[in-house]
């Protein structure tokens, strides 16, 4: 199979992980914003995750750098309009683009002005390219309950207008859940949809709270589910849909190796997984990429493939059209 021809769709990816270095430096260079380089090939040192990682806190280290250049309505702009055309290179044809807007109002922004420039520039990929999208307003586990109503009150306007879901991201702590109740219930109320970062780091049973105490309807991750039988099984009854990160899950040491990876036993056994970058640049990686690992080490056919792709699309936060558009770049049947 030649993954990169193949249409291919994106539900889990952090913008702020997937900045193009040459673009950081243009913006430092321009701000006067200091680096460690400003030698693309060095740079680069400073924003790829090492696959040798001793953790996931390890791994967030690489997300210091590209937020110094996400301050300004026009970089951010700018940075959603890259990662889109980049991922239409690849023929991407629908992606779910996911950031913490807090962390891009250091210099006075505010959560609207925020989320309003990256919708620009994903629209502005979206008139270019043969690619469809959608946001995710990231809360960070780490700020407070507080930050995270700002978050969902004020990213609401744009609900249905670039913006579709909500999620808890960051270091996973157990029980975290219990904390965000609040915050996410207001967010359904209001017509957010839920996927939550859980079971990444070791901790299956947050899956199973995920669903059951903020009504996560996708899980970003949810490798530990193979160790919590509890979540395992609600996960594969409530056809909870996991957002896997082949790549990012070996760097963060969710697995020791590809071929450990479980994604594949996953799918065998029913449960309804995704294949995802998660970080372009921190991770080194681009959805072709993360479907040859899937094929080539843990054995993928073409027909899982297609029923892959067919899951990404009906799992999407996309309206009925958007899904009928992506499964109308279905790969045919091979005969």
């Not at 702020?16 to 090939?41: C, M, Q, W």
């Not at 990213?155 to 249905?160: H, S, T």
Request: hydrophobic share 40%.
């Amino acid at each position: 199979m030649n993954f990169l021809s193949l249409p291919k769709i994106e539900l889990h990816c952090h913008l702020d992980g997937s900045l193009r270095a040459v673009t950081i430096i243009e913006i430092a260079l321009k701000e006067g914003i200091p680096l460690p380089s400003y030698r693309k090939e060095e740079l680069q040192n400073h924003l790829i995750a090492p696959l040798e990682c001793e953790s996931l806190e390890e791994y967030l280290t690489a997300f210091y750098l590209p937020n110094l250049v996400m301050q300004s309505k026009a970089n951010l702009r700018r940075i959603a309009f890259e990662l889109f055309e980049d991922a239409a290179m690849e023929n991407v044809k629908y992606m779910e683009v996911r950031f913490a807007p807090l962390l891009h109002t250091e210099k006075g922004l505010t959560i609207e002005d925020v989320v309003a420039s990256v919708i620009e520039g994903m629209r502005d990929a979206e008139k270019h390219y043969e690619i469809k999208g959608n946001l995710i307003l990231s809360c960070m586990r780490s700020m407070s309950v507080e930050k995270a109503f700002e978050v969902v009150n004020q990213g609401a306007k744009f609900l249905g207008k670039g913006v579709a879901a909500i999620d808890l991201c960051a270091i996973e702590e157990e029980g975290f859940c219990g904390k965000f109740i609040k915050p996410i219930s207001l967010a359904k109320e209001l017509g957010y949809r839920v996927t939550i970062h859980a079971g990444e780091t070791g901790i299956g049973k947050n899956v199973l709270e995920a669903v059951e105490l903020l009504g996560a309807e996708r899980i970003g991750h949810g490798v530990f589910i193979k160790d919590c039988p509890e979540a395992y099984q609600i996960v594969k009854e409530k056809q909870i849909v996991l957002e896997m990160c082949p790549t990012s899950n070996i760097q963060t040491k969710a697995v020791q190796h590809f071929r450990d990876h479980p994604i594949y036993q996953f799918y065998q056994d029913g449960i309804k997984v995704t294949i995802n970058t998660d970080n372009r640049t921190v991770s080194d990686t681009t959805m072709a990429k993360e479907c040859e690992i899937v094929n080539q080490v843990l054995l993928m056919t073409e027909e899982d493939y297609r029923e892959i792709y067919r899951t990404s699309a009906e799992a999407s936060f996309a309206d009925k059209e958007t899904k009928d558009w992506c499964l109308l770049h279905f790969p045919q049947e091979a005969h």
